[in-house]
């Protein structure tokens, strides 16, 4: 039985790919190469790792807001995450990712950065605002 | 957050795609924040106009979107003066993103006036709902006239002005609006100082609301650059100022909360305000300090935020007939310059540059020059890391005199 998380909606949709969680949040301009998908903030937990078609679990937003129009060019190049879990979402990310057609749920009934293991398969249901897990 | 019908339908893609993510962007930061609902705003002001800030993803998103903007809606300042922008030395390439950003903000029925100041196009009323985005802007309207915005990213600016609301959160509500910090300065202050006090208390406000304790009373002008400090160095979109700035008077009797001890150290109260316990005791020689240094500049950049008619009047009035032996740049909004042509005419006699809706912080022309001297507490923040320029701060009559010198 797969293990269904219960959250809220920030941006509709569904998606699924493999997990990747960071306890750090995340800046997207200047955190994160709209061209590739790669993060290049240095000392950031993910630093080094690619966002393309993973579901990107970490704590929430920081920095500028021009952040919300950098999701979306990694979506115009076809790097963008496939869904986005925060614990708690603040608008820069919440914005890029209505804009940027990316499912996105927060506020989940259980800690996300702490439940969710990289490489794990996620489903994230945006429009429901449900997150599936595999057993 | 509760929708009424109509809005529901929009959130549910009745009224096309672009409305639909709109008003995704509207309820879920209303979800955010804790709104109840939506209301309606009287303008808005949309920030993130500069191909500088936000680059080919910004000017593809709006390019992309489809609609018209229900109230009158205005951005804050490009990268260039579009019709000067050769004198600038901005590039081609520059100038032509530029250019599409703002064709494609016109499309969707937003007016392509570019300024950090726009109450000198239309004042807001007192209790006014608002949806803007610059934060100089903002902490205008909400500490000097009483209007009520929160601090707007681009896209949800952008969003109330094709819905024509936002959700009531933060600001909009009074309840959030009281003060949470005190801050005493015990010296009067005067011009370019109150730039100066905000550049310096700033990043121990955050973004608290503070109440200020001045033993001068500043002009309009004076407080502008206040709050663009405050806005710049913290995180500030409202200030009081006691027996100055207008909210004071709404806040309630059971909010009292001064005790008597205050009041004997010389505290101003008015007996329907409450002073926080949170208290800061401004060191007055840090301002003075932040004043004092003359370093010698190639840059004089004056209307950070855009200059008033007042302060146009200040600079040519400064001038006393001497034209300047320096580069000196005067910004201020298109639709005012325009309308005070002899006034404009008259700083450009004198060899000043007057920039129409662009400024020295969002533009890529400041990063040519070394030094700048500014009178703007919130220029001295932002262009040492925006333009890569040492700053330093000074009254008008200061840049003027080293401009002539």
């Known amino acids: 039985m797969p293990v269904i998380l219960k959250g809220r909606t920030v941006s509709r949709g569904k998606a699924a790919g493999p997990a990747l969680v960071s306890k750090d949040a995340i800046s997207f301009l200047?955190?994160?190469d709209p061209k590739t998908g790669n993060v290049i903030e240095k000392g950031h937990a993910l630093y080094g790792r690619n966002v393309k078609g993973t579901v990107l679990?970490?704590?929430?937003?920081?920095?500028?807001?021009?952040?919300s129009y950098v999701i979306y060019q990694l979506k115009k190049n076809g790097v963008a995450p496939a869904a986005i879990i925060n614990i708690r979402s603040e608008p820069i990310v919440a914005v890029g990712a209505i804009i940027s057609d990316i499912p996105m749920v927060d506020a989940l009934?259980?800690?996300p950065v702490e439940i969710i293991r990289d490489g794990m398969t996620v489903t994230v249901d945006g429009t429901t605002g449900t997150v599936e897990l595999p057993c | 957050m509760h929708l009424t019908k109509e809005e529901e339908a929009v959130f549910n893609g009745g009224r096309g795609p672009t409305l639909q993510k709109m008003m995704e962007i509207l309820v879920a930061l209303g979800d955010i924040y804790g709104a109840d609902k939506l209301i309606p705003v009287k303008s808005a002001q949309i920030a993130g106009v500069s191909y500088k800030?936000?680059?080919?993803?910004?000017?593809?998103?709006?390019?992309?979107?489809?609609?018209?903007a229900v109230i009158p809606a205005i951005l804050n300042p490009?990268?260039?003066?579009?019709?000067?922008?050769?004198?600038?030395?901005?590039?081609?390439?520059?100038?032509?993103?530029?250019?599409?950003i703002i064709k494609a903000y016109e499309r969707l029925g937003i007016r392509a006036e570019c300024t950090c100041t726009p109450y000198y196009l239309e004042r807001p009323k007192f209790g006014d709902h608002l949806a803007w985005s610059e934060s100089s802007a903002v902490c205008y309207?909400?500490?000097?006239l009483g209007a009520r915005t929160n601090r707007e990213g681009g896209p949800s600016a952008l969003a109330a002005a094709l819905v024509g609301k936002t959700a009531n959160y933060g600001l909009h509500i009074r309840e959030n609006r009281y003060p949470t910090v005190t801050i005493k300065v015990k010296e009067p202050l005067r011009g370019a100082e109150y730039g100066a006090l905000g550049y310096v208390v700033g990043p121990k406000v955050g973004d608290g609301i503070p109440i200020f304790s001045l033993k001068s009373t500043p002009t309009e002008d004076e407080l502008k650059h206040l709050g663009a400090a405050l806005a710049s160095s913290g995180a500030v979109a409202l200030f009081h100022v006691l027996n100055v700035t207008p909210e004071q008077y709404i806040l309630p009797h059971d909010r009292i909360d001064v005790d008597k001890k205050d009041l004997e150290e010389g505290w101003q109260v008015p007996t329907r305000y409450f002073l926080p316990k949170n208290r800061i005791d401004v060191d007055v020689s840090a301002v003075k300090a932040l004043m004092a240094k003359h370093e010698e500049p190639d840059l004089i950049a004056l209307g950070c935020p855009h200059a008033s008619v007042e302060e146009l009047q200040e600079i040519l009035k400064a001038l006393k007939g001497r034209n300047v032996k320096k580069e000196v740049w005067v910004c201020t909004g298109r639709s005012l310059g325009e309308k005070n042509r002899a006034l404009i005419d008259g700083l450009q006699r004198h060899g000043i540059k007057v920039l129409y809706d662009t400024c020295m912080v969002v533009s890529p022309a400041a990063n040519h020059f070394k030094k700048m001297m500014v009178n703007s507490g919130k220029a001295l923040k932002y262009?040492?890391?925006?333009?890569?320029?040492?700053?330093?701060?000074?009254?008008t009559a200061e840049c003027i005199e080293e401009a002539c010198r």
């Open chain 1, 30 to 32: 200047g955190g994160v």
């Open chain 1, 57 to 67: 679990v970490f704590p929430g937003g920081k920095g500028s807001t021009v952040g």
């Open chain 1, 109 to 111: 009934d259980k800690d």
């Open chain 2, 53 to 68: 800030t936000i680059g080919d993803a910004g000017l593809e998103w709006i390019s992309d979107l489809q609609g018209k």
């Open chain 2, 78 to 100: 490009m990268g260039m003066d579009r019709d000067a922008w050769q004198g600038m030395h901005i590039d081609k390439q520059f100038a032509d993103k530029q250019e599409q």
């Open chain 2, 141 to 144: 309207a909400n500490s000097v």
């Open chain 2, 383 to 395: 262009t040492p890391s925006m333009c890569g320029v040492d700053a330093v701060i000074a009254t």
